[in-house]
């Protein structure tokens, strides 16, 4: 077989208007609703048979168009296509849904499994990585692909279903780090289900001032002191029900309202900041967290601006917390977003260091104040001997750049001790205070005094 399809076009008569309406233009596969109706033709004569839908999509392909330029990006996705059609007897179509997600039906052989055909998928995948990876010196290049099954038990699926399905396992593929490769299964639509659940319901719960602001001391390791406070947000249902961030914030990051939360708790802060300032009471430096979600739209500077001319409160009474996976997504846009918080006098912290991939050679070239140690290296009770080493590590080439360091997580004394003989100049975690509500945490400022 050729190289890829529009070479095979080539050689051929040239094709006709409609002909050409009916491709892709940059790889020359059907477009995708010629697909759907090949799909759909393909389902009605099923038979016995069973058909595979094949959905994938490149992760980090972005880094190729934004480093070696579309050209480059283009020739990536027309090698894809090329691997896709080749010596496929069992192919019923395939066609690019848009930018670098495909989709390819097949008839499933009788020789496999369900399961084994993921699993043969996957090692397809894995020799595809590994021959783009070096072709396109990127080292981070993935393929992630979710796999729908029609058998005769299913037939009456339709076929936008059915690839919505596959699409749908894609996604739960793309989430994992390393399993990049599932198979539909009907649960995966309980997650949706509860996705819309709440997201539909994050206007009114806004509205209705459902969401409230908890906040965690932050200590002082050399004198115990209270120095500042993570701002840690909650949400109260009307029927008096707690839902966690973790349960809603990875949701709201895809629908996008997490820009609207996060405003709704800068504002909270600000104003409680403001009330204790204009009360004369004493008041510590609140630290909010930054969803990478602002790094697409970046009003978040206005709006911080906007918050200061409002609450009229030092500058240096607030600070943002970024976790170290946004510097890693973008690292020019995460750079500009420091140096505009920066700008407005804000000291910047590089959240869940340590979490994921490491950024050691980002923290050269980031101006950040304050290092934040992921709580996994504080997981045990007792002490890990390597993660006793990582910590001093890291605490000690902090103080060589003069970034200041903070341990979270902390929950027991011998941590909170190692963290001071190893000189960690701040401590969070549950051993002094879980994250309270403001009235308390007042009350913890007032006592402290
Ligand atoms: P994070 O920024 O890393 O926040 C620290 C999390 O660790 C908090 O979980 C806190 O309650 C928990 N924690 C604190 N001390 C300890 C300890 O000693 N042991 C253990 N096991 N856990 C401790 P929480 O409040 O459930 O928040 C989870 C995550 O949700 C946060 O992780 C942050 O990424 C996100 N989040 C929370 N509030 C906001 C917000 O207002 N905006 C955005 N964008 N994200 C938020
Ligand atoms: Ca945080
Ligand atoms: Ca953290």
Known sequence: MKDSL??????????????LTMRDFLTGLDRYEVFLEKLEKSIEEIGDRRISIVYTDIKYFKYINDTYGYQV???????????????????ICCSRVYSDNFVAANFLSNE?????????????????????????LNSRLQFCTGISIIDKNSRSLDAETAVSNANLARKVAKEMDEDCCILFDS??????????????????????????????????????????AEALVRWQKPDGSFIYPDQFIPLIERSGQVVDVDYYVYREAFKFVADRLAAGKNIVPISLNVSRIHLNKMHILEYI?????EFQIPSGMIEFELTESIYLDNTERAL?????????????????????????NLLSRLPIDIIKLDKVFLKENALQESDKIII???????????????????????????LKEVGCQI?????????IPQKEFEEFMDQKK
């Not at 529009?6 to 002909?19: A, C, G, S, V």
């Not at 496999?112 to 396109?136: Q, S």
């Not at 206007?203 to 906040?215: L, T």
């Not at 601006?305 to 001319?309: I, K, N, R, V």
């Open 392 to 418: 001093s590590c890291v605490v000690d080439m902090a103080k060589r750049l003069s970034i200041t360091s903070l341990c979270e997580g902390v929950e027991t004394l011998e941590q909170s001790d190692y």
């Open 305 to 309: 601006q906007e918050l200061f001319d």
């Open 73 to 91: 990006g283009d020739a990536l996705l027309k090698d894809f296509v090329a691997e896709m059609v080749t010596n496929n007897e069992n192919l």
């Open 112 to 136: 496999f499994t369900n399961e084994e055909f993921r699993d043969f998928i996957h090692e397809i995948n894995l020799e595809r990585e590994a021959k783009f990876r070096e072709k396109y």
């Open 6 to 19: 529009i070479e095979q076009t080539n050689d051929q008569e040239p094709l006709t208007t409609e002909q």
């Open 336 to 360: 500009e977003l420091v140096k505009g918080l920066h700008k407005l006098g804000t000291r910047v912290s590089m959240d869940d260091f340590g979490s994921g991939y490491s950024s050691l």
């Open 427 to 435: 401590q969070q975690g549950f051993y002094f205070s879980r994250p």
């Open 187 to 228: 649960s995966m639509m309980e997650g949706i289900k509860r996705e819309v659940e709440i997201t539909s319901r994050v206007p009114r719960a806004i509205a209705n001032h459902e969401f409230m602001v908890y906040y965690q001391p932050k200590i002082e390791t050399e004198t115990l002191r209270l120095i500042g």
